[in-house]
């Protein structure tokens, strides 16, 4: 028996392959699946298998281009009333991947219909030595159940029973395998660490230390981060089946009349993915920034309207690509084109644009110490802005912008600022678009703050290996 993991950064996911001699499954597979193909094409194993632990609400599964193109069964929770074609699966299920059983345990409690795959590895005993516990057991945490509204202290139950009673009666020696890491909002508190054993777990995890009901279920529905929008759109996604990713159109090149001529139509949104420097120098009208090398997806998931046409400007093609894949995997599939000749053939053109200001860290520091009317936006999630912020500053985090604008003074002076000015470039462009014009995104963010001396240390700054919310 060999576990392969893949990693897909950004959205914290992990997916794997479980492989026997000749054949082998692939637990929780993202969207773009060729790396699956490929690693069990260097093993010399056949996928067989697709198995899915829970309908996921923070990507699109992979389990319908996998077993298109591999032939491969999918097996799913019964509870889950999938529409497609797959094996469903209920407690005391099982089947055999050659030499290793696997028993099917039902795992209620970050979404209604979880389940978990216990592993035993028969070439060596009779004991389960894997669990595959998709989002019920994290490293460090568990998962959130607070997704389906009115239903948190409800699943909080589930997945107390579902841990105390089923997943902690596992042997200590049990591996952990789940479906995300650091960086997820999944959970509240990842570990870095991205596999674990149940003994481990038990002795260390913060959740599992909770023993009584009332105060497990207050912790996990209480204080929780902001789920973004596209968790509920994504699960829905995931049980119908999504879209053929072979069958989706290809990725235009447009000229700038063809560009204008989709925006003038009015069904189309403009995402700009290039550096937020860059947007600040030029962007076209009433584009929304979203740095690729942000916390892009999730932020597309959070912020972008779902039943509009997506516009790309980019540096090159291969950002356009880039940036496709990445709005895929969070279920945003109408993605048109890309301005082929990019800004500068836009502003060789002739054509007209918008700009952001952008400010130094020392600049705001200097405006600040005079006592210029400048209100600062802090778009941080409410719990960093706790952890520390600039004095006098408001926090409204960077989606809540879409409706808290209004609290706002159009006329006013405004700096946005975040960890490091790619969550501030995004408010800056929702703003621009409610008619906003005395902006300035605060280049550095509270990074940058900090290191010049102005306040104390960013809590996630000085642990690099976590996964912050601006990437």
């Not at 260390?204 to 230390?209: D, E, F, M, T």
Request: net charge negative.
């Amino acid at each position: 028996m060999i576990i392969e993991q893949f990693f897909t950064g950004g959205i914290a996911h992990s997916s794997y392959l479980l492989g026997a001699n000749r054949t082998c499954a692939v637990i929780d597979p993202r969207r773009d699946i060729d790396t699956y193909i490929e690693q069990a094409q260097e093993m010399g194993v056949k996928i067989t298998h697709i198995l899915e632990t829970h309908l996921h609400a923070d990507f699109i599964s992979g389990h319908l281009d996998l077993a298109r193109r591999t032939g491969a069964q999918i097996y799913a929770p019964k509870a889950g009333n999938c529409d497609f074609e797959h094996i469903p699966l209920s407690e005391g299920d099982s089947f055999r991947l050659e030499g290793i059983h696997i028993d099917v345990l039902e795992t209620p409690g970050h979404t209604p219909e979880h389940i978990s795959y216990l592993v035993t590895d028969t070439s060596r005993g009779d004991e389960t030595v894997t669990v595959f516990c998709g989002d019920t057991l994290f490293v460090g945490d568990v998962g959130r159940p607070d997704l389906f509204p009115g239903m948190a202290k409800e699943l909080a139950a589930q997945l107390y029973e579902s841990l105390h009673e089923k997943l902690l009666n596992l042997p200590d020696f049990c591996e952990v395998y789940p479906a995300h890491g650091a960086g997820s909002l999944c959970g509240r508190a990842m570990a870095a660490k991205r596999t674990s054993t149940i003994g481990y777990e038990k002795k260390y995890n913060y959740a599992l230390n909770i023993k009584n009901l009332e105060d497990f279920t207050n912790a996990l529905t209480k204080n929780m981060p902001a789920a973004p929008d596209h968790f509920s759109r994504c699960s829905v996604i995931n049980a119908k089946g999504p879209a053929i990713v072979e069958e989706l159109p290809e990725l235009k090149a447009l000229n700038n009349n063809d560009f204008i001529g989709l925006i003038e139509k009015g069904d189309s949104i403009v995402l700009d993915v290039r550096c937020f420097e860059s947007f600040g120098g030029q962007h076209i009208p009433n584009a929304y920034s979203l740095d690729l090398k942000s916390n892009f997806a999730t932020f597309a998931g959070w912020l972008l309207p779902p039943d509009k046409n997506i516009l790309l400007v980019t540096d090159s093609q291969g950002q356009a690509l880039d940036a496709s894949l990445w709005l895929r995997r969070v279920g945003l599939d109408r993605i048109t084109g890309y301005l082929e000749d990019g800004m500068f053939g836009w502003v060789t053109a002739g054509l007209g644009t918008d700009h952001i200001a952008q400010i130094s860290i020392v600049e705001l520091h200097e405006k600040l110490t005079k006592g210029d009317e400048t209100l600062v936006v802090d778009v941080r999630a409410a719990s960093e802005y706790e952890d520390f912020h600039i004095q006098n500053s408001i926090n409204i985090p960077v989606h809540e912008l879409r409706e808290r604008y209004v609290e706002l003074d159009p006329e006013a002076e405004i700096v946005l600022i975040c960890g490091s000015g790619h969550r501030s470039s995004m408010g800056c462009s929702i703003l621009q678009q409610k008619g906003f014009r005395k902006l300035y995104n605060a280049a550095g963010g509270m990074t940058g703050y900090a290191a010049a001396k102005y306040g104390p240390e960013c809590p996630m700054c000085r642990l690099p290996w976590t996964a912050s919310s601006d990437g």
